[in-house]
């Protein structure tokens, strides 16, 4: 307030000097803004002084008012603005973190899908391999015993023609036990 009043009471001064030179002057018939008596020259400063008293009330205090609330409105958008960011980023950090994590999920359920597929597969491998051994085993019974009902009826043959005369079922049979304990007494050395 001090500072208006001593702004205005400099500009007063100057006005009134600038009117008492140019009253001066105007004695001499030179015509400038300022030229007529000292009265006029007054009421020019005290009518400015009103002016800019009745500005300073009704116009700047509501510019500056206006002002001030535009600066107190962009600075809360701007703090506003700050917190929506902070808000963003820790959202975003947060996104980030649950994708590393869904990523490193589906990783482990990757593995853990890879590992039960080759533990399914070694169990049908050894399978195919047990029945496989298994088939080859009853193959081997199988041959075993037609050769040994092949070496039977070749011996009912053999003892027939070897006999001359006609074979009856209990001497194929009686023959056919003798020959296959022969047979076997014969392999049984060769295991061991």
């Known amino acids: 307030m001090k500072t208006k009043l001593s702004t205005i009471g400099s500009i007063v001064l100057f006005v009134c000097t600038v009117a008492l030179a140019s009253e001066g002057e105007a004695a001499g ?24 008293a009745v500005l300073g009330k ?5 510019v500056i008012n206006g002002l001030k609330a535009r600066e107190a409105h962009i600075a809360q958008q701007i703090e506003a603005a700050a917190a ?13 973190q649950q994708g590393l ?9 990757a593995q853990q899908l890879g590992q039960e597929m080759m533990d399914k597969a070694r169990e049908d491998v050894l399978s195919i391999q047990r029945k496989a051994q298994a088939d080859i085993e009853y193959a081997r019974v199988a041959a075993s015993q037609q050769l040994w009902q092949e070496a039977g009826d070749m011996l009912l043959t053999l003892s027939s023609e070897i ?17 296959i304990n022969k047979l076997g007494e014969q392999r049984q050395p060769d295991k061991k």
């Open 29 to 52: 018939g030179e015509q400038t803004i300022f030229g007529g008596t000292l009265a006029d020259s007054i009421w020019t400063v005290i009518s400015f002084g009103l002016l800019v």
């Open 58 to 62: 009704f116009a700047w205090k509501p």
């Open 84 to 96: 929506s960011r902070k808000k963003a980023e820790k959202l975003l950090d947060e996104f980030k």
């Open 101 to 109: 994590e869904i990523v490193a999920k589906a990783n482990d359920h």
């Open 163 to 179: 006999l001359g005369r006609v074979v009856t079922h209990e001497d194929n049979r009686r023959l056919i036990y003798e020959a």
